[in-house]
């Protein structure tokens, strides 16, 4: 029994001497770990800046005492401090937050003061909103202000030309509403409506006496993929049925004038928008196949639009080198130039109102000053600023000025408007029957280019 229990405790004693060893081989292969990552981290570029910022310390040591410890730590708080700083500038767009926040204060401190204190309801969306809207009023700028989402959807599918709808142009007819225009390639004219069909309903909803704006918000707020439509096309009644899609809006108009045996090319341009620059210079393009001598240009009652589409036009016409427009900002005044090498060496003239503004005058002196061509009309509207816009995170929208603009030779025409190079006023009896024939300001402009 003794020499048993004598045997057992020699395994024991064995046992603990080798977990002892083992014990002790994984601490040094602890150690060597450790050692080879210090001396890794002695080769990189990140500890030679520190030996070299903080020679105070020995970061070849192994233990620190607590002063050092507590250096680090203090250290390593601060670099915490300057990066979260440098983020939130970062992510505030440069400008400083805690800057910013103390300007804020004031407002924040009325808004808690009202909304917890007022007797009576509150829209805490309009105190906000109106708030902003007082912000960007303030200013004094005309162009700049605020778009709630309502508005900030209307106004980028005017810019920007494209709706979801079915493509067409109508307008009210007696009772019913009339198609006045089916844009190509569009879901209207891929179903068969024609111009000069009479809409008498819509998803079986009798059109008569509705608005044309409220047939045409139906039709583009229907979730439905396609509309029922039925027409009158003469006499007969057919019916339609057209599936909604995204509408590129045509904003360009082109046809063709024979004048003393030349052959003039006419575009139209209503809107500056994303898609214009394309559509001119596919209209463009078209009209010179049919060997036309001189063009026409009109932007009456175009009120601007994108100052990268208009330039892009007015690239296509002078000649590589010449002054499009200046912009003016803090005092510094740059050139933008023609880097295209495509140009134009016909007769050009441009036709213009008290409604043309913005990009349509820029277009206008453009070709005024630079192109040596002719303006033809009354005097425009005189907008020489540039805005940008900003979309906010809730779908609204702010507008505002970021700079002037300046004709070619330096000339600011804001509230001043460009000066035609042949004044023309309209008669009433255009207005009585607007027909090319009555159209004075293009018969001037006929006459100049043919001669």
């Known amino acids: 029994m003794f020499k048993k229990k004598k045997v057992d405790n020699k395994k024991i004693i064995e046992s603990r001497r080798l977990i002892k060893e083992a014990q002790e081989t994984i601490r040094l292969e602890k150690i060597n770990i450790k050692k080879n990552k210090r001396e890794e981290f002695r080769k990189t570029k990140f500890y030679k800046f520190l030996k070299k910022t903080f020679r105070f310390i020995n970061f070849d040591k192994v233990t ?34 805690f800057q910013t926040s103390k300007e804020l204060s004031k407002l924040i401190e009325v808004y808690e003061i009202i909304t917890n204190n007022y007797n009576g309801d509150i829209d805490k969306n309009t105190l906000i909103e109106d708030a902003i809207n007082g912000m960007l009023s303030s200013v004094g700028d005309e162009y700049t202000g605020y778009f709630d989402s309502t508005s900030t959807e209307e106004f980028n599918e005017l810019v920007t030309g494209v709706y979801e709808g079915i493509g067409c142009k109508i307008m009210n007819y007696e ?7 089916v844009f190509d390639n569009g879901p209207a004219n891929k179903a068969g409506l024609l111009p000069d069909d009479l809409i008498t309903s819509v998803d079986d909803q009798n059109v008569k006496g509705m608005t044309v704006e409220e047939v045409s918000n139906y039709i583009k707020g229907k979730k439905e993929a396609s509309i029922d439509v039925v027409v009158l096309r003469g006499e007969k009644e057919v019916k339609l049925t057209i599936t909604r899609g995204k509408v590129d809006t045509p904003v360009v108009t082109s046809k063709t004038f024979l004048h003393n045996g030349k052959l003039v090319g006419y575009l139209g341009i209503s809107m500056f928008s994303l898609s214009s620059a394309t559509q001119f210079s596919d209209s463009l393009e078209k009209l010179e196949a049919t060997g036309i001598d001189s063009l026409i240009i009109d932007v009456r009652g175009n009120n601007g639009g994108y100052l990268t589409n208009v330039t892009k036009i007015v690239s ?15 005092d ?26 913005s990009a349509s005058e820029i277009l206008a002196a453009a070709i005024k000053e630079s192109y040596g061509g002719y303006v033809v009309g009354t005097t425009t509207y005189g907008k020489g600023t540039v805005q940008q816009t900003k ?61």
């Not at 607590?66 to 500038?89: M, N």
């Not at 002054?323 to 003016?328: D, L, S, W």
């Not at 023609?338 to 109102?353: E, F, G, H, Q």
């Not at 300046?406 to 042949?422: A, C, F, M, R, S």
Request: proline share 3%; with cysteine.
């Open 64 to 97: 620190y005492s607590f002063s050092e410890v507590l250096v680090v730590t203090v250290l390593s708080l601060l670099v915490g401090a300057f990066a979260c700083f440098s983020a939130v500038t970062i992510l505030s767009g440069g400008k400083n937050y």
């Open 332 to 357: 510094v005044k740059e050139k933008i130039y023609d880097k295209d090498d495509i140009s134009r060496d016909y007769p050009i003239a441009v036709l213009i109102n008290g409604s043309s503004a």
């Open 175 to 181: 009772d019913k509403i009339k198609v006045v225009e």
């Open 316 to 330: 296509e016409l002078l000649p590589k080198g010449k002054v499009i427009y200046q912009v003016e900002k803090n």
């Open 391 to 451: 979309q906010l995170s809730d779908g609204t929208m702010i507008k505002f000025t970021i700079e002037n603009w300046l004709t070619p030779n330096g000339n600011w025409i804001n509230d001043v408007g460009i000066e035609p190079t042949h004044q023309v006023k309209m008669e009433e009896t255009y207005y009585d029957n607007p027909v090319d024939d009555n159209d004075l300001q293009l018969q001037k402009a006929l006459e100049l280019i043919s001669e």
